[in-house]
């Protein structure tokens, strides 16, 4: 796989959304991150893995969970100001991520690396340190 190795579960970049963040004076009232958490549900969803509508992590940011070949993906998306955080969880049973390993998590890992690297709204695609 460029570019990618199965053991990492972050990628960072730079996309071209509207800053969605919303403040009352200096409180944040939703942290931004929503607009591209919908694009990447509709990139996934484009290349046939079901996913959830993004909800608020307060805390972080956008999280939805994806659904590929029985196995279940946790995604969450921190806007970071200049960069954009994107973690990723494989949520599978103990049982299946033990007897399947973790191909089917690396292979989705390289799915969502593809998606957003050949969508012009995300820049600087790059797996995190």
């Known amino acids: 796989m460029a570019n990618s190795a199965p053991t990492r579960i972050a990628i960072e970049c730079v996309a071209g959304f509207p800053d969605d963040q ?3 004076g200096t409180d944040i009232i939703r942290p931004g991150g929503r607009g591209m958490a919908i694009a990447m ?3 996934l969803r ?3 893995v079901t996913a959830s509508e993004p909800s ?3 805390e972080h940011g956008w999280e939805f969970v994806a659904e590929r070949d029985g ?3 946790w995604i969450l998306v921190t806007d970071l100001e ?3 955080l994107i973690q990723t969880k494989d949520l599978s049973s103990l049982l299946i991520r033990l007897f399947s390993g973790q191909a089917a998590y690396a292979a989705f890992l390289e799915l969502l690396y593809r ?3 050949n969508d ?3 820049r600087s695609v790059e797996w995190a340190a």
């Open 120 to 122: 012009a709204r995300f």
């Open 46 to 48: 484009g290349a046939g």
């Open 71 to 73: 196995r279940k993906f």
């Open 22 to 24: 919303l403040e009352s």
């Open 41 to 43: 549900v509709e990139l």
């Open 56 to 58: 608020l992590d307060f």
């Open 82 to 84: 200049k960069t954009k």
């Open 115 to 117: 998606a957003l690297s």
